[in-house]
């Protein structure tokens, strides 16, 4: 079976790993955790970065932080993964989901946003989806005009850039996931970025407890922290940070060129590392693709669903939803012909040839 996914094992990774085991230090303090910290800032050009267990978490942190909670609104883009939802519905707020337009993208370049928002709307938590963005820039700006916070989710975008600034750092704070299936890994493991000294002070703290000195806890706080071996595979994924996604690329270019017309493209600015295309078919649903290719030895995934499309009265309560309205279009045209190929950085020639050959005889 060839699968969807498989993680990248970097030059460095076992080297950095037994010095972890070799010297003890296994746990949340060790020397790359710092380390990886800082290599981090550096290759994302900010301030400020943060180390976590997972990308989850992250978003927890980022809203805890900013004092986000019960009778606040958070909006959010409809399609996306679950963990977005979560986030916000463990802090208290509301959930506002907003709904795809006809080409599946929840947040377009002339999305009007301004009909959903209420006084006690505090943040847009916007997913960079499959790695693109939409015009980041002036989603940003209407943040600002209208006094919100954009939180950005960039799990799936690391690495990826809008006029060469790295997605993930044009809000108050952006969240990364390293779970296997992403960019770079760390097995679990996630990070915050910021500009804001004062935010990332704050959720320093309530990343460890709240913990000061001596047991002393001078507000209420988590146990969010990444371990020193996550980031010591985390500082060797990132050393190879440019021949993995060369290698995306390579087979996210591949792809589009063999597949003619079936693969998403970004928006002209997007520089995206291609973390997964998303392959939209016009004729034949997901469900026939994917029996037809696991036939053949070929794994496949399928597009997000909408946290609408999901739900029902009994949801609505339980994830404290926002009625809002669903494209039709999205239902019937683009969830059931959406779907991913297997694009991990480490495939070889003859399996990307397998794949494409075997999608065209479908």
Not at 1 to 8: E, F, K, V
Not at 119 to 124: C, E, F, G, I, R
Not at 186 to 198: K, L, P, Q, R
Not at 227 to 233: E, F, K
Request: hydrophobic share 35%; proline share 4%; charged share 20%.
């Amino acid at each position: 079976m060839i699968p969807i996914y498989t993680p990248w094992i970097a030059t460095n990774q076992k080297k950095y790993v037994n010095e972890c085991l070799d010297t003890n230090w296994i746990s949340s303090r060790g020397e790359f955790v710092e380390r990886f910290e800082e290599d981090l800032s550096k290759y994302l050009n900010v301030k400020h970065v943060l180390t976590v267990s997972n990308g989850t978490v992250s978003l927890q942190l980022i809203l805890a932080a900013l004092g986000i909670g019960y009778s606040d609104e958070v909006l959010v883009p409809e399609l996306t993964y679950a963990a977005c939802f979560s986030a916000i519905h463990w802090s208290g707020a509301k959930i506002v989901p907003l709904p795809p337009d006809d080409n599946g993208q929840c947040i377009s370049n002339n999305f009007q946003l301004k009909k959903y928002i209420k006084k006690n709307t505090k943040a847009l938590l916007l997913p960079h989806l499959y790695g693109n963005c939409g015009d980041i820039e002036k989603i940003r700006d209407f943040c600002d005009l209208n006094r919100i916070y954009l939180i950005e989710d960039a799990a799936e975008a690391f690495g990826c850039s809008f006029n060469n600034k790295k997605l993930g750092t044009f809000g108050v704070a952006g969240s990364f996931s390293f779970f296997s299936n992403k960019v770079i890994t760390t097995g679990e493991g996630g990070a915050i970025v910021t500009d804001n000294s004062f935010l990332y002070e704050r959720m320093k703290l309530m990343r460890s407890q709240s913990h000061v000195s001596d047991f002393y806890h001078p507000m209420p706080g988590f146990n969010f922290r990444m371990t020193n071996i996550q980031a010591a595979i985390g500082c060797a994924q990132l050393e190879d940070i440019d021949e993995i996604v060369r290698r995306k690329k390579t087979i996210a270019d591949f792809y589009r060129a063999s597949l003619l017309g079936h693969v998403t493209y970004f928006e002209n600015n997007c520089d995206s590392t291609e973390w997964m295309p998303l392959f939209i078919h016009n004729r034949y649903f997901y469900d026939t693709i994917k029996k037809k290719l696991y036939d053949k030895g070929i794994d496949t995934r399928p597009c997000f669903n909408s946290i609408r499309s999901m739900s029902s009265n009994d949801s609505d309560i339980l994830w404290n939803l926002e009625k809002t309205f669903l494209s039709n279009n999205f239902l019937k045209n683009i969830k059931p012909k959406a779907f991913n190929l297997p694009c991990y950085p480490s495939m070889t020639n003859k399996e990307l040839m397998t794949i494409v050959e075997e999608v065209r005889n479908i």
